[in-house]
C-alpha cells in the first residue's frame, strides 16, 4: 500500500502530558483528531482530550456528566459479575455501555502550524444535558461566511448522535441542539451552498442491517437535515472493509468535492482514503482511491491508547498543499503535508 502522506518531522505535536486536566480527581488519557480552522492569522485546533481516573487495583472507574453538569466518577469492582471490560474504550456494566473516558474540546492556537499552545482566554467545550453525559467528542470545524459551524459526536447512555454549535468570535456559542440523532456520527458540513442549500456527509449506522457507511444530506437552514443518500460503502477484502466515515469539510477542487475519509478493517486498523464528488450534484461520486493515501506506519501511530490508527476530521488547504492534523494511535495529535494533485491522481 502506498502512502502519500509527508509526516511532520516534529510529530507528535501534542501529547497527554501536554495539557492539565479539566477537574481534580482526572487525568488526560488521550489527545484526538482535532478540529481545524484559520482565525485571526492563525492556525487552531479544537483537540479532543479525553480524560479518565487514575487506575486503582482491583477497580475500574468510568467518568460521566451528572444531572448538575459535573463529572462524577462511578467505581466498580472488577470482579463484579455485571462488569464486561473486555474494551479499552468501552465497558458494559448492568447490560448498560459506558464509555472509559469522558471528552471535551480544547482550543490551542500556533503561528506556525506546529508549535501549538493554548490561550488563557480560549473556551473549552464540555458536554451539557443527558445527550452529552458521556461527553463530546471528534469535532469537524466548517466556516460559511462569517459562521463557524461546530458538528461534534454527543455520546450518552441513550447513543451516539450529531450535535451543533456554531460562534462567529470563539467566544460565544450557539447550541443547534441534535441534528442527527443516534446512531450517528463523522459529521462535516460542505463550506459552501450548492444550489442555496447546505450539505454535509455523515454516518449512520445500524447492527442488524447495512452497515458504517458514509451519507449525504442536504439543508435549508443547517439544523433540520434531508434528503439523504448513501455514498460511500466498505469494501470486502481491502483496507475500509468493516467501517468508513468522513474526515473534515470535502475541498473544493476544479474536478469535484475531494473527499478525506477513513476506513478500518476487521482487526480495527484505520487508514485514510479519498474519494472525488460532483461539483453540482455532491450525491454523484466520480472517483475513489483503491488503496489508502496514509497508512499507521511509525511507532506513535502503531502504539498508543488503541494502535494502529490514523484518523483525521481537520485540515488547512493552501494552494495545492493540503495539510492534515490526525489523531495517532487515539492518544496524540500530528501532522503530515499532501499534495491535492497527488491524491487526485490516485482515484479511479
Known amino acids: 500500500m502506498r502512502d502519500l502522506a509527508q509526516r511532520f518531522p516534529e510529530n507528535p505535536l501534542l501529547l497527554p502530558k501536554d495539557l492539565a486536566p479539566s477537574g481534580p480527581g482526572l487525568q488526560v488519557i488521550s489527545l484526538l483528531n482535532p478540529g481545524v480552522f484559520r482565525y485571526h492569522k492563525k492556525i487552531w485546533l479544537l483537540v479532543r482530550v479525553a480524560e479518565g481516573v487514575a487506575e486503582k487495583e482491583g477497580v475500574i472507574f468510568f467518568p460521566a456528566l451528572n444531572a448538575t453538569g459535573n463529572t462524577e466518577i462511578i467505581e466498580v469492582p472488577l470482579n463484579d459479575p455485571d462488569l464486561i471490560a473486555t474494551d479499552a ?54 466556516r460559511i ?12 447512555d441513550s447513543g451516539v448522535g450529531v450535535g451543533l454549535q456554531t460562534t462567529k468570535d470563539w467566544q460565544h456559542f450557539e447550541p443547534g441542539g441534535m441534528i442527527l440523532p443516534p446512531h450517528n456520527k463523522d459529521c462535516a458540513i460542505f463550506e459552501e451552498k450548492i444550489n442555496g ?23 435549508s437552514d443547517s439544523r433540520q437535515w434531508g434528503n439523504h443518500h448513501c455514498l460511500i460503502k466498505t469494501r470486502p477484502g481491502l483496507w475500509d472493509s468493516a467501517r468508513v466515515g468522513a474526515g473534515a469539510a470535502p475541498i473544493r477542487t476544479a474536478q469535484g468535492w475531494l473527499e478525506i475519509y477513513h476506513g478500518a478493517n476487521e482487526q480495527h486498523q484505520y487508514c485514510l482514503g479519498a474519494f472525488l464528488m460532483d461539483l453540482d450534484d455532491p450525491s454523484k461520486v466520480i472517483g475513489r482511491t483503491t488503496e489508502p493515501i496514509m497508512v499507521p506506519t511509525e511507532p506513535y501511530e502503531l502504539s498508543g491508547f488503541f494502535g494502529y490508527v490514523v484518523f483525521t476530521n481537520g485540515h488547512i488547504v493552501n494552494g495545492d498543499q493540503l495539510t492534515i492534523y490526525y489523531g495517532a494511535a487515539d492518544e496524540f495529535v500530528c501532522g503530515a503535508h499532501f499534495s491535492i494533485t497527488e491524491i487526485l491522481n490516485q482515484l479511479n
Open 89 to 142: 474504550r468501552v465497558i458494559n456494566y448492568k447490560g448498560l455501555d459506558y464509555l472509559t473516558t469522558i471528552s471535551h474540546l480544547r482550543l490551542l492556537s500556533s503561528e506556525d502550524g506546529i508549535h501549538f499552545t493554548e490561550p488563557q482566554s480560549s473556551a473549552s467545550l464540555f458536554g451539557a444535558g443527558y445527550l452529552e453525559r458521556f461527553g463530546i467528542e471528534d469535532c469537524r470545524v466548517t
Open 197 to 219: 442549500k447546505y450539505f454535509c456527509l455523515h454516518r449512520p449506522s445500524s447492527k442488524e442491517i447495512g452497515g458504517n457507511y458514509i451519507w449525504l444530506a442536504e439543508s
Open 145 to 156: 461566511d462569517d459562521t463557524y459551524y461546530l458538528t461534534y459526536t454527543a455520546v450518552s
